[in-house]
C-alpha cells in the first residue's frame, strides 16, 4: 500500500496496551512475521461487528493474531495451527502467560495433516495466514469445517504490490506473487463462495459462502 496512506492510518490506530506492542517488538526484532497493525485491527473490526464464537486459524506463529482476536471477542474460542516448533512454544508461553489457554488451543503440525484429521467443528471464521503457496489446500481442507454462515479471511492476498503488478521485478517475490494471483483468480471463481479482496495492508481476501438464492442466480 501506499507509504503516506499507510502511515496516516497507523497514525490512527488506538494505543495499544503494553503485552500488544511488547508482542510486536518481540516478534519484530526475531523476524517473526505477524500480521501488520492495520490489518490487525481490521480483523479485529470484523470480529467486533460479526462475533464469531469458533475461530480456525492457520498460521499462529507466536500467537499474536490469536490473542488480538480475542481482544475483540473475549468470549471466543480459537484453535490455531503452527509447524514451526520454536513458534509454537512461544505461542504457547505468550497465551499461558495471559491466562488464556482454555480460549486459545495451539496445534502443533503442518495445518495440511492436522485439518484433514479434524472433525465435527464449525467455525464461524478461518484466518489464513501460513505458507502462500499452500492457500488454496488450505481453504480447500478449512471451509468443510465453516459453519453456514461462517466467512473465511486469507491475508497477504497483494503481497507488497506484486499480485497486481506482474511487471514489478524481484526473484523470489515474483514466484510467490505468481501463486497468490493463481490463488485469487481460483477463489474469486470458486462457485461456493464470494470473495471480495479488500486493499489493506498486505491484502485481505474476505469469502463468505454463497445463500441458495445466490446460487441459483448464476445458474
Ligand atoms: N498469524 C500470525 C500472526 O499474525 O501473529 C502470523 C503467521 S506467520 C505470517 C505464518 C506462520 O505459518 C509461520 O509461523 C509458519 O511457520 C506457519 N506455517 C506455514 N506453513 C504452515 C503449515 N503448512 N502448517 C502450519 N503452519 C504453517
Same mark, same amino acid.
Given at each position: 500500500?501506499?507509504?503516506?496512506?499507510?502511515?496516516?492510518?497507523?497514525?490512527?490506530?488506538?494505543?495499544?496496551? &503494553?503485552?500488544?506492542?511488547?508482542?510486536?517488538?518481540?516478534?519484530?526484532?526475531?523476524?517473526?512475521? #505477524?500480521?501488520?497493525?492495520?490489518?490487525?485491527?481490521?480483523?479485529?473490526?470484523?470480529?467486533?461487528?460479526?462475533? *464469531?464464537?469458533? #475461530?480456525?486459524?492457520? =498460521?499462529?506463529?507466536? =500467537?499474536?493474531?490469536?490473542?488480538?482476536?480475542?481482544?475483540?471477542?473475549?468470549?471466543?474460542?480459537?484453535?490455531?495451527? !503452527?509447524?514451526?516448533?520454536?513458534?509454537? &512454544?512461544?505461542?504457547?508461553?505468550?497465551?499461558?502467560?495471559?491466562?488464556?489457554?482454555?480460549?486459545?488451543?495451539?496445534?502443533?503440525?503442518?495445518?495440511?495433516?492436522?485439518?484433514?484429521?479434524?472433525? &465435527?467443528?464449525?467455525?464461524?471464521?478461518?484466518?489464513?495466514?501460513?505458507?502462500?503457496?499452500?492457500?488454496?489446500?488450505?481453504?480447500?481442507?478449512?471451509?468443510?469445517?465453516?459453519?453456514?454462515?461462517?466467512?473465511?479471511?486469507?491475508?497477504?492476498?497483494?503481497?507488497? =504490490?506484486?499480485?497486481?503488478?506482474?511487471?514489478?521485478?524481484? *526473484?523470489?517475490?515474483?514466484?510467490?506473487?505468481?501463486?497468490?494471483?493463481?490463488? &485469487?483468480?481460483?477463489? #474469486?471463481?470458486? *462457485?461456493?463462495?464470494?470473495?471480495?479482496?479488500?486493499?489493506?495492508?498486505?491484502?485481505?481476501?474476505?469469502?463468505?459462502?454463497?445463500?441458495?438464492? !445466490?446460487?441459483?442466480?448464476?445458474?
Amino acid at each position: 500500500m501506499d507509504e503516506t496512506l499507510t502511515n496516516y492510518l497507523l497514525q490512527t490506530l488506538p494505543d495499544e496496551e &503494553n503485552w500488544v506492542t511488547d508482542l510486536e517488538q518481540t516478534a519484530h526484532n526475531n523476524g517473526v512475521p #505477524i500480521m501488520d497493525r492495520v490489518s490487525m485491527q481490521f480483523v479485529m473490526q470484523l470480529i467486533r461487528l460479526t462475533k *464469531p464464537g469458533q #475461530i480456525l486459524e492457520v =498460521g499462529s506463529a507466536t =500467537g499474536y493474531s490469536a490473542l488480538r482476536m480475542l481482544q475483540a471477542n473475549p468470549g471466543a474460542k480459537i484453535v490455531t495451527i !503452527e509447524r514451526d516448533r520454536q513458534r509454537y &512454544n512461544q505461542a504457547i508461553r505468550n497465551v499461558r502467560e495471559r491466562g488464556l489457554q482454555y480460549h486459545i488451543r495451539i496445534i502443533y503440525g503442518d495445518a495440511i495433516d492436522v485439518l484433514q484429521n479434524m472433525t &465435527n467443528d464449525a467455525f464461524d471464521l478461518v484466518l489464513i495466514d501460513a505458507a502462500k503457496g499452500k492457500y488454496q489446500r488450505f481453504f480447500e481442507l478449512s471451509t468443510p469445517l465453516l459453519a453456514s454462515d461462517g466467512f473465511v479471511l486469507t491475508d497477504n492476498v497483494l503481497f507488497k =504490490g506484486y499480485v497486481a503488478d506482474s511487471e514489478k521485478q524481484h *526473484p523470489r517475490y515474483q514466484k510467490i506473487a505468481q501463486k497468490i494471483r493463481a490463488y &485469487n483468480d481460483w477463489l #474469486i471463481n470458486h *462457485p461456493d463462495f464470494t470473495t471480495t479482496i479488500v486493499p489493506v495492508g498486505d491484502g485481505i481476501a474476505i469469502s463468505k459462502t454463497k445463500e441458495r438464492k !445466490e446460487l441459483s442466480s448464476d445458474a
